[in-house]
């Protein structure tokens, strides 16, 4: 019983502080609303935000809320009942229902993609941790893009750099509208006389003694001499390089194990 009284009250906790979140955000287009009158129940509406970031209210009409806080819109709607003369020292109450303006897409190598609503202050990193997290595909990389005034924007941020080396500048404060896509591991290949050929993660740093490693160690009739690299150059030509132990190793590199003949 004290199991259930505590769920609930952490509940009713995440409930309310979702809602003073909200109270903070500015209206926008597809948000829901309930705007009441203090005695006048007949005025009680429930309407969304039009794309021109209107609402309509009983008596006066359209009402341009957009961009708008909660609190600044109840005034609006109160001195246009004073002035118009319906109601006398209104008291408006407006109550965000549901918030569809401020929406972030999180995209990609994450465990929970998906369109997710900012409830106050969210940053990159909370977003991501909103998703789910970077799942076991997914790289170090960040793209993070956004819209502002007009121009669109795309940067990539480096998120274990980013921690690492206590960079939190770059753990940017989001809006709605922006998009996050997480990228996918760089990977290398490995084939030949290895115990798991197949396509690994390509670690930073990464050479190919690390990447025999990674396929399993040479099989009973593999061999360290002759290893080779087929590699893309940057005209899309594919080399193929003779490679030593202590190598690094490229994205998208492709390690050939010979088999031995002695």
């Known amino acids: 019983m004290k199991r259930l009284l505590q769920a609930v009250m952490a509940l009713m906790l995440t409930l309310l502080m979702g809602a003073g979140m909200a109270a903070?955000?500015?209206?926008?287009?597809?948000?829901m609303v309930k705007v009441s009158v203090y005695g006048s129940p007949d005025m009680t509406t429930e309407t969304r935000v039009s794309d021109g970031g209107n609402i309509t209210f009983p008596l006066i009409g359209q009402v341009a809320v957009g961009g708008l806080a909660p609190a600044a819109a109840e005034s609006k709607i109160a001195k246009m009942l004073e002035s118009g003369g319906y109601v006398k020292k209104p008291q408006v109450n407006l109550v965000v229902t549901a918030v569809q303006s401020q929406l972030v897409s999180v995209m990609g190598q994450v465990n929970r993609p998906g369109r997710f609503p900012l409830e106050g202050k969210r940053s990159l990193m909370d977003l991501l941790a909103t998703a789910g997290g970077i799942s076991q595909d997914g790289g170090d990389t960040v793209s993070l893009i956004r819209k502002r005034d007009g121009r669109i924007t795309r940067e990539e941020i480096n998120v274990i750099d980013m921690v690492r080396e206590g960079e939190l500048a770059k753990d940017y404060q989001l809006a709605g509208g922006d998009m996050l896509y997480v990228e996918r591991a760089p990977k290398f290949y490995i084939y030949g006389e290895v115990q798991r050929p197949g396509?690994?993660?390509?670690?930073r740093g990464m050479n190919v003694t690390q990447a025999l490693s990674a396929g399993g160690g040479l099989s009973p009739r593999g061999t360290e001499r002759g290893l080779m690299i087929k590699r893309r150059d940057p005209q899309g030509h594919i080399q193929t390089i003779s490679a030593k132990a202590d190598d690094l190793l490229q994205v998208d590199d492709v390690v050939y194990v010979k088999e031995s003949w002695f």
Do not use: I, Q, S, T
């Open 199 to 203: 396509a690994f993660r390509l670690e």
């Open 24 to 31: 903070d955000l500015p209206l926008g287009p597809g948000d």
